[in-house]
């Protein structure tokens, strides 16, 4: 783990916040000179800490009004069905999260698409490209919080 010291720390806090200030308004808000900011940003790009700068969307905005949690369960669990999974969801631009879990439960997606026919839709493609032994849902009725922002 690299070591960053408050100045970093103060520079991640505010890039989260928006990683679209100007340098001088980050230089303001964390006590130092827009160079300084740079180079401190620069080094946090190289060593991995910043992995990429983002725009966040309004999903509803787009018409993206639902979001899903498919639970999938598998008896598969051999290194190229994997394989042939990670490939099938990371090809699909609705799936947000894929995440493989512990306990009764094999992987965790988190999805965000239009409508219940759209969800459909998705899921048939899922069952298409890997066989799969179980897929339930869960549908978000509301969104109590929802944040990109890591607790620095």
């Not at 999903?59 to 394989?83: C, E, Q, Y």
Request: net charge neutral.
């Amino acid at each position: 783990m690299l070591k960053i010291d408050d100045i970093d720390r103060r520079i991640l806090v505010e890039l989260q916040r928006d990683a679209a200030q100007s340098l001088d308004a980050l230089g303001e808000a964390v006590n130092l000179s827009r160079n300084a900011c740079w180079r401190r940003i620069r080094a946090l790009e190289a060593s991995g800490v910043i992995k990429n700068r983002v725009t966040l969307l309004d999903p509803a905005k787009l018409g993206l009004n639902l979001t899903v949690f498919m639970l999938i369960r598998t008896n598969a669990h051999a290194p190229d069905w994997l394989s042939k999974f990670s490939k099938a969801t990371q090809a699909m631009p609705e799936i947000l999260g894929v995440y493989r879990m512990t306990g009764d439960l094999d992987y965790l997606i988190r999805a965000r698409v239009s409508d219940m026919a759209d969800y459909d839709r998705l899921y048939q493609s899922l069952i298409r490209k890997v066989p799969i032994s179980d897929v339930s849902a869960s549908f978000v009725m509301e969104e109590i919080k929802e944040t990109t922002q890591l607790p620095l």
